[in-house]
């Protein structure tokens, strides 16, 4: 089963952009829709963005359609969330996930996907 690592969150000013990145060291992705969700303290984890195992599909939350942009790169096997125009609310620990599905990917809920993350803490403050 795919281990995934988390990587590129930090620390950033309102306005300003950060890219995350998902591999998953030692094993092939190719086969597997990759999801992003985020929980900020106090609330439910909620998906952020999808991309199908090809990368033809991709879905994203309303509350970060037109800032966040997701990709893949199969060859080695590590997809991307490049985050800009962040804004405070975006402050949230990071997490992806990925389930085994061909053609399309859904952005929650969190049950539909069997292979974790440990996270990465995004923070967006003045």
């Known amino acids: 089963q795919p281990l995934l690592v988390e990587s590129g969150g930090g620390l950033v000013q309102p306005g300003g952009s950060l890219r995350l990145s998902c591999a998953a060291p030692?094993?092939?992705?190719?086969?597997?829709?990759i999801g992003w969700f985020r929980q900020a303290p106090g609330k439910e984890r909620e998906g952020v963005s999808c991309?199908?195992?090809?990368?033809?599909?991709?879905n994203y939350a309303d509350s970060v359609k037109g800032r966040f942009v997701i990709s893949r790169d199969n060859a080695n096997d590590t997809v991307y969330l490049q985050m800009n125009s962040l804004k405070p609310e975006d402050t949230a620990i990071y997490y992806c996930?990925?389930?085994?599905?061909?053609?399309?990917?859904?952005?929650?809920?969190?049950?539909?996907?069997?292979?974790w993350g440990q996270g990465t803490v995004v923070t967006v403050s003045s």
């Open positions: 030692g094993f092939i992705l190719d086969y597997y829709a």
């Open positions: 991309i199908s195992d090809s990368g033809r599909s991709t």
């Open positions: 996930a990925a389930v085994a599905v061909l053609g399309k990917c859904v952005i929650g809920p969190a049950d539909e996907y069997d292979y």
